[in-house]
């Protein structure tokens, strides 16, 4: 295993990639299934096959494949989910946001018992499924309009045996009016695709990668989230989603009139927009 790290550390160095000891770490202990330490400590020994796997992982990586669709699998709030080429990739600020809404959430069931959480851009589902698993007493009704993100989140909806997320195929906005009339509270949770054309082009390689219908909005990557606010404005629907860090000015002179709350990431940077109905 150690000689097999450092032929893996070589080949990312020759390859002028970055973090270059923490990708062969995790692309063995993938292909192994254990801890590098604990790989070592009981001598496993490296066949060929176990070697071809590491190399045919690293080749795709310094292709810029990111490391989630090489290994069909990322971990969310210490979770492994699947996920798969076409649908996007979940970020950290996104469990900062799980985090905040369930709070939200919390003091939203204080007020009324029957609360309904809407999600736009399921994803791989990672959003609606963490807080359904917290919250079994909830209804969740998510959309996405691409059909891998649809088979991607019914497949992690059965790994974490939820069966409170109704999932639907479609635009949001073109079906959302059906359910406007659920009982109780309602609550519109997204991270939806808020990237500018011109941001798209200076995204990292492996970023590049993943669905462009997931990452980039017209109108400087706001369209979807102001459709959304306003949307929520309108019906008195709580509302919290992810934002650009340089979108929050721009939000706000869109809605001078809206009390609007915004909450920074770990790395404080105003990264989610929250409206609460009066």
């Not at 063995?28 to 299934?33: P, R």
């Not at 490296?46 to 590491?54: F, P």
């Not at 102001?226 to 989603?241: D, G, K, M, N, P």
Request: one cysteine or more; charged letters at 20%.
């Amino acid at each position: 295993i150690q000689s097999l790290y450092s032929e893996a550390v070589q080949f990312l160095r020759a390859s002028n990639t970055d973090d270059v000891d923490m990708v062969a770490l995790f692309v063995i202990e993938q292909v192994f299934g254990g801890k590098y330490l604990a790989l070592v400590g009981s001598s496993v020994t490296v066949d060929e096959d176990g070697r071809k796997r590491v190399f045919d992982a690293l080749n795709q990586y310094v292709q810029h494949v990111p490391l989630a669709y090489i290994f069909e699998s990322v971990m969310f709030r210490g979770v492994d989910y699947y996920v798969r080429p076409g649908v996007l990739i979940p970020r950290p600020e996104t469990e900062e946001m799980v985090d905040i809404v369930m709070g939200m959430i919390r003091d939203l069931t204080q007020k009324d018992s029957r609360v309904s959480v809407f999600e736009l851009g399921l994803g791989s589902g990672v959003i609606s499924i963490e807080l359904a698993v917290q919250f079994p007493d909830v209804s969740f009704y998510g959309w996405d309009i691409s059909e891998t993100a649809i088979s991607v989140t019914k497949q992690n909806m059965s790994r974490r045996g939820v069966d409170n997320i109704q999932v639907f195929h479609g635009d949001f906005f073109d079906s959302i009016d059906d359910y406007l009339s659920v009982d109780g509270v309602q609550f519109l949770v997204t991270n939806p695709p808020y990237i500018s054309e011109s941001e798209y082009a200076d995204l990292d390689a492996c970023v590049l990668e993943e669905p462009k219908l997931a990452l980039v909005a017209d109108d400087d990557g706001l369209a979807i989230i102001t459709q959304a606010l306003r949307l929520c404005i309108t019906h008195s629907i709580a509302f919290i989603s992810e934002i650009g860090y340089r979108q929050h000015a721009r939000i706000q002179e869109l809605f001078p009139m809206v009390s609007l709350r915004f909450i920074d990431d770990l790395s404080g940077h105003h990264r989610f927009v929250v409206y609460l109905p009066d």
